[in-house]
């Protein structure tokens, strides 16, 4: 009896398949693994980019105004074609629903509107980021329009204007070279997607944002994510882009060798990148030999067709009743006809691995859910790893479909209306098989696995917009933008490297765009810079997170705490014990602080008479004799009326004398 659990572990050896951690650069470049990046970060203006709505006002999912229903519709290219993606959108018959706030949108958002001039404010910003990325600037930017066909767009496309073209930047081991630089409009953000509802909310909609673009010369996961780093570290040392939850955003191209390239979207976390591209590669692996081992049973397959039948559920409870159990299920999410599908020659390839507890019966159900807009679980198969049924309940199914040996079957349950979508989409899935790795856009989890998401759309999908004038681009404009850059990322790693701070720190201190900072402190207050950068990438880091705030928290105000203790004289170790009341009440004036500490001047004479008393204190109670033990108690009581007084250094010596004199 064929047993998908020990299919899916053959064929995962098949595969191949490593754990992220396992692997090395040998094993990416025998895959042929490339990758490429497609960088969104959202520019930090006061009004969006083609109308003049205010930009950065969020709603929540149920506060808004009014709702605008609209349909997707494919319409003839002007060479009689229609747009795959167009098509696909199409078939899935959805309402889609914008939840609009006036405060945050306007007549334009939804396309009643033409577009206003570009906003000149995101157009510097645009510029001074493709400068700091070495790109070649346009002297005339041509808007265009990009098609955006899930609907996340109202107008069913997105305005967008090439800025610049090959740039490049640097990692650690290799220059990442930049096919172009783009400002352009965001999109809705979705608030749900079920069955044939899906509804977004507006208030990121059209607000200005630039695109980076990369060749695929990064041949590792751990490559991309550290060019998708270095991108984003360029972006916000100009200090003038937004930051926070979906303020960047990226999407990673991924192809292996004999694969295509496919669109892993919106990935929202860099950490995630390694993770992700690594199970995309191993996709495509599998998807590879399910073609090469389909190409071996079917010779001819355009001649491959599947066959279905309906099933009444009286007969299917009567002659295999745990199966109508779990049909049950299907039947709660997606009620309807119930439906067999037979697969001629796809014996164990629906159980076959294509990543960690998904098999390629995982990429019919994703197409499902999203082109006939059936809920999962949405379907079953006779090669389900938790068929929880006797396998002979199946022959019910498989004399219906007059099955042969070596076929596989599905199982699902739809509307009158829903029924010939979903043949449709599994037949169409089960063909694009012969073919490989099918184009497509994918949808990032946290798990780092990928979801069909929809078709790519085709190269074609962009074309002139009528409604915008060219924008002239002159030397004077760049000039005046190039005067004020902010430091090549390159030289501020050269820098951190000389002041011989933690590695550690860098990450945080490049994201948060605090190099200036930095400087100013050890600068004005002849700070050691290790002191500086740890007060911020460690101190400051643990403590987001950990304390509630009473208010937003400015950073600045960290500054401010350096200055504070400068003109003060007191010791600087003491900002560490004074941060923490600082994050949690920002409105907080430093005085008070040292109030509620409490802090007390205290000199070197009194630390030093306290040193005997403190030692006959240890002595009497007989504590650890482990070397050190002492002098470790020691600092630890007189570290606190030590603390802003006098160095903590100088104390560990005062100590250690003391220790020794008696």
């Given at each position: 009896m064929?047993?998908?659990?020990?299919n899916?572990?053959?064929?995962?050896k098949l595969?191949?398949?490593k754990?992220?951690?396992?692997?090395?650069?040998?094993d990416?470049?025998?895959?042929?693994?490339?990758?490429?990046?497609?960088?969104?970060?959202q520019?930090?203006?006061?009004k969006k980019?083609?109308c003049?709505?205010?930009?950065?006002?969020?709603?929540?999912?149920y506060?808004?105004?009014?709702?605008?229903i609209?349909?997707?519709?494919?319409?003839?290219?002007?060479?009689?074609?229609?747009d795959?993606?167009?098509?696909?959108?199409?078939?899935t018959?959805?309402?889609?629903?914008?939840?609009?706030k006036?405060?945050?949108?306007?007549t334009?958002?939804?396309?009643?509107?033409?577009?206003?001039l570009?906003n000149?404010?995101?157009?510097?910003?645009?510029?001074?980021?493709?400068l700091?990325?070495?790109?070649n600037i346009?002297?005339?930017?041509?808007i265009?329009?990009?098609?955006?066909?899930?609907?996340?767009?109202?107008t069913?496309?997105q305005r967008?204007?090439?800025?610049?073209?090959?740039?490049?930047?640097?990692?650690?081991k290799?220059?990442?070279?930049?096919i172009?630089m783009?400002?352009?409009?965001?999109?809705?953000?979705?608030?749900?997607?079920?069955g044939?509802?899906r509804?977004?909310?507006?208030?990121?909609?059209?607000?200005p944002?630039?695109?980076?673009?990369?060749?695929?010369?990064?041949?590792t996961?751990?490559?991309?994510a550290?060019a998708?780093?270095?991108i984003?570290y360029?972006?916000?040392?100009?200090?003038?882009?937004?930051?926070?939850?979906?303020?960047?955003?990226?999407d990673v191209?991924?192809?292996v060798?004999g694969?295509?390239r496919?669109?892993?979207?919106?990935?929202?976390q860099?950490?995630?990148?390694?993770?992700?591209t690594?199970?995309?590669?191993?996709?495509?692996?599998?998807l590879?030999?399910?073609q090469e081992?389909?190409?071996?049973?079917?010779?001819?397959?355009?001649?491959?067709?599947?066959?279905?039948?309906?099933?009444?559920?009286?007969?299917?409870?009567?002659?295999?009743?745990?199966?109508a159990k779990?049909?049950?299920?299907?039947?709660?999410?997606?009620?309807?006809?119930?439906?067999?599908?037979?697969?001629?020659?796809?014996?164990g390839?629906?159980?076959?691995?294509?990543?960690?507890?998904?098999?390629?019966?995982s990429?019919?159900?994703?197409?499902?859910?999203?082109?006939?807009?059936?809920?999962?679980?949405?379907?079953?198969?006779?090669?389900?790893?938790?068929i929880?049924?006797?396998?002979?309940?199946?022959?019910t199914?498989?004399?219906?479909?007059r099955?042969?040996?070596?076929d596989?079957?599905?199982i699902?349950?739809?509307?009158?209306?829903d029924?010939?979508?979903?043949?449709e989409?599994?037949?169409?899935?089960?063909?694009?098989?012969?073919?490989?790795?099918?184009?497509e856009?994918?949808k990032?989890?946290?798990?780092?696995?990928?979801l069909?998401?929809?078709?790519?759309?085709?190269?074609?999908r962009?074309?002139?917009?009528?409604?915008?004038?060219p924008?002239?681009?002159s030397?004077?404009l760049?000039?005046e933008?190039?005067s004020?850059?902010?430091?090549p990322?390159?030289?501020?790693l050269?820098?951190?490297?000389?002041?011989?701070?933690?590695?550690?720190?860098?990450?945080y201190?490049?994201?948060?765009?605090l190099?200036?900072?930095?400087?100013?402190?050890?600068?004005?207050?002849?700070?050691?810079?290790?002191?500086?950068t740890?007060?911020?990438?460690h101190?400051?880091?643990?403590?987001?997170?950990?304390i509630?705030q009473?208010?937003?928290f400015?950073?600045n105000?960290?500054?401010?705490?350096?200055?504070?203790?400068?003109?003060?004289?007191?010791?600087?170790?003491?900002?560490?014990?004074?941060?923490?009341h600082?994050?949690?009440?920002?409105?907080?004036?430093?005085?008070?602080?040292?109030?509620?500490?409490?802090?007390?001047?205290?000199?070197?004479?009194?630390?030093?008479?306290?040193?005997?008393i403190?030692?006959?204190?240890?002595?009497?109670?007989?504590?650890?004799?482990?070397?050190?033990?002492l002098s470790?108690w020691?600092?630890?009581?007189?570290?606190?009326?030590?603390?802003?007084?006098?160095?903590?250094?100088?104390?560990?010596?005062?100590?250690?004398?003391?220790?020794?004199?008696?």
């Amino acid at each position: 009896m064929f047993d998908p659990i020990k299919n899916f572990e053959k064929t995962k050896k098949l595969v191949g398949y490593k754990s992220l951690k396992d692997m090395s650069e040998k094993d990416y470049d025998a895959l042929g693994f490339m990758s490429g990046l497609e960088v969104h970060q959202q520019l930090k203006t006061e009004k969006k980019l083609f109308c003049r709505c205010p930009a950065g006002h969020y709603q929540k999912a149920y506060d808004y105004d009014s709702e605008v229903i609209r349909h997707m519709r494919p319409t003839l290219s002007e060479l009689g074609e229609y747009d795959g993606t167009a098509l696909m959108e199409f078939r899935t018959r959805k309402n889609i629903t914008y939840r609009i706030k006036y405060k945050t949108a306007c007549t334009y958002d939804i396309d009643d509107t033409p577009p206003f001039l570009m906003n000149k404010e995101a157009l510097k910003v645009a510029l001074e980021i493709a400068l700091l990325m070495k790109e070649n600037i346009v002297g005339e930017l041509h808007i265009t329009r990009k098609q955006y066909l899930d609907g996340s767009i109202p107008t069913g496309f997105q305005r967008t204007g090439i800025i610049g073209v090959a740039g490049e930047f640097s990692i650690s081991k290799k220059t990442i070279r930049l096919i172009q630089m783009s400002i352009e409009e965001d999109s809705c953000r979705e608030v749900s997607d079920i069955g044939h509802e899906r509804i977004y909310r507006t208030d990121r909609l059209g607000m200005p944002l630039v695109e980076v673009v990369t060749h695929p010369d990064m041949k590792t996961p751990w490559e991309v994510a550290e060019a998708c780093q270095m991108i984003r570290y360029i972006a916000r040392s100009t200090g003038k882009v937004r930051v926070g939850s979906g303020a960047s955003r990226q999407d990673v191209n991924v192809s292996v060798r004999g694969g295509r390239r496919v669109e892993i979207k919106g990935v929202s976390q860099i950490t995630l990148i390694p993770t992700l591209t690594h199970h995309e590669a191993f996709r495509q692996k599998a998807l590879l030999l399910i073609q090469e081992e389909l190409t071996k049973r079917v010779k001819n397959p355009k001649e491959w067709h599947l066959d279905f039948v309906k099933l009444a559920l009286a007969d299917v409870q009567r002659e295999a009743p745990q199966l109508a159990k779990r049909l049950g299920t299907l039947n709660e999410l997606n009620k309807g006809n119930i439906v067999a599908v037979n697969l001629p020659k796809f014996e164990g390839l629906l159980s076959f691995f294509i990543g960690p507890n998904r098999c390629f019966a995982s990429e019919i159900s994703d197409r499902l859910k999203v082109i006939a807009c059936l809920e999962k679980p949405n379907m079953i198969c006779c090669e389900d790893f938790d068929i929880g049924t006797d396998i002979k309940e199946y022959n019910t199914i498989t004399k219906a479909l007059r099955a042969k040996d070596g076929d596989s079957q599905i199982i699902f349950i739809a509307s009158d209306d829903d029924v010939k979508t979903t043949i449709e989409t599994i037949k169409e899935r089960c063909e694009l098989a012969f073919d490989g790795v099918p184009h497509e856009t994918r949808k990032a989890m946290v798990d780092g696995a990928t979801l069909f998401e929809r078709v790519l759309p085709g190269a074609d999908r962009m074309y002139p917009d009528t409604d915008s004038a060219p924008i002239p681009i002159s030397e004077e404009l760049i000039a005046e933008v190039g005067s004020h850059l902010p430091r090549p990322l390159n030289e501020e790693l050269e820098q951190l490297k000389k002041w011989k701070v933690p590695s550690d720190t860098y990450t945080y201190l490049l994201r948060n765009n605090l190099m200036e900072m930095v400087r100013r402190i050890i600068e004005e207050f002849n700070v050691s810079p290790v002191f500086v950068t740890t007060v911020l990438a460690h101190r400051l880091k643990n403590l987001q997170g950990k304390i509630k705030q009473a208010e937003p928290f400015d950073v600045n105000k960290v500054y401010g705490l350096f200055k504070f203790v400068h003109h003060k004289k007191l010791e600087v170790e003491i900002i560490k014990d004074m941060l923490p009341h600082v994050w949690e009440h920002p409105q907080i004036d430093f005085e008070s602080v040292l109030t509620l500490m409490p802090y007390k001047p205290t000199g070197k004479k009194a630390l030093q008479e306290d040193i005997p008393i403190l030692i006959n204190k240890f002595n009497s109670h007989k504590r650890s004799k482990r070397p050190n033990a002492l002098s470790d108690w020691l600092m630890g009581q007189l570290r606190k009326p030590a603390l802003g007084s006098y160095p903590l250094a100088k104390l560990r010596k005062l100590v250690e004398e003391g220790v020794h004199d008696n």
